[in-house]
């Protein structure tokens, strides 16, 4: 038995002790969320396949939590290649609000640091903000969003133990929010997160017409140069930012060719972010400094 603080206590139990605990008051822990017991559904051969699964070998971690001698919550997870999968995090209604799911993260954080793992992932409701909210603080990040047919519209975190990989998603989240930021006051809106969605999926990549596509080659630029801006920067001047960007669409044949045909070639790939680049300058009035080119085409300088 380990101390969390004052009278809360966690240990380390097997997955008889952990299931007793689960199957009895996961219900009324999440009794505010919807789910779909697909299960119920499943077909005699899904559930034979289901039951003849090889049993892999895996890392696993089953943790009570204790006020006194009384169980109040609890973690369930287990290993997924290098990384740890936090499956499911609980603690009982009447013992939430006192900073008791923050303890326990730190300490599980701790443990998977001392198992070598390279990483935590975990997936939650997008409404869930009492446990989005510590994770994020605990240096957790977004690196995604899914919808799942049991839950939902999820969150997807994870927490790096290598900080460098840390800073390269951090980066992105930010550029996809300034992205969706900048269409999102286009289009009249605040950027939500239903809006973040469509700004990746289907807004980015301005094309003539008004119509908007999906361009991965467009994407991958607006996502490197974005992530140098201030979020309100961005705003003040998105709207001549798309403009500009539909007359280099337009006047531009060499750019054009450079994110439609032949993306992968050196050339295309120094065409485009060049490019672009003279673009942001001039729009948002940055020196060169202010957004520099990739590394690898800095070499090329």
């Known amino acids: 038995m380990k101390t969390l603080f004052d009278d809360y206590t966690y240990e380390i139990v097997d997955y008889k002790a952990?299931?007793?605990v689960f199957k009895e008051e996961r219900s009324h822990v999440f009794a505010d969320e919807f789910t779909i017991e697909v299960e119920k559904f499943h077909t005699k051969r899904e559930k034979d396949f289901l039951k003849n699964l090889p049993k892999i070998d895996i890392y696993r971690l089953y943790i009570l939590v204790y006020k006194r001698h009384e169980i109040i919550g609890w973690h369930i997870g287990f290993q997924k290649r290098d990384s740890f999968y936090m499956m499911n995090t609980a603690i009982l209604e009447k013992h939430q609000g006192k900073g008791i799911y923050t303890k326990l993260l730190k300490e599980i954080i701790h443990i998977l640091k001392d198992k070598g793992f390279y990483s935590i992932t975990s997936r939650h409701?997008?409404?869930?903000?009492?446990?989005l909210i510590p994770k994020l603080k605990a240096g957790f990040v977004i690196t995604g969003m899914e919808i799942e047919p049991i839950f939902g519209t999820l969150v997807n975190l994870q927490y790096f133990f290598n900080k460098e990989i840390e800073k390269v998603y951090s980066d992105f989240s930010k550029a996809i929010e300034n992205i969706a930021l900048g269409y999102g006051?286009?289009?009249?809106?605040?950027a939500n997160t239903l809006f973040k969605q469509d700004a990746i999926y289907g807004l980015v990549g301005t094309?003539?017409?008004?119509?908007r596509v999906f361009n991965k080659?467009?994407?991958?630029?607006?996502?490197?140069?974005f992530s140098f801006l201030d979020s309100d920067l961005i705003l003040s001047k998105f709207r001549e930012f798309e403009n500009n960007l539909e007359a280099l669409y337009s006047n531009s044949r060499e750019f054009v060719k450079s994110i439609t045909l032949g993306t992968n070639s050196k050339k295309s790939y120094r065409h485009r972010f060049?490019?672009?680049?003279?673009?942001?300058?001039?729009t948002y009035n940055l020196k060169e400094n202010d957004l520099p080119l990739p590394f690898e085409?800095?070499?090329d300088e």
Request: glycine share 8%; net charge negative; aromatic share 10%.
């Open 18 to 20: 952990i299931q007793e």
């Open 125 to 131: 409701l997008a409404s869930n903000n009492g446990v």
């Open 185 to 190: 006051q286009l289009m009249g809106g605040a």
């Open 207 to 211: 094309v003539p017409n008004n119509k």
């Open 217 to 225: 080659a467009l994407f991958e630029i607006e996502v490197y140069y």
């Open 274 to 282: 060049i490019a672009f680049r003279e673009l942001m300058l001039e």
């Open 297 to 299: 085409l800095q070499e």
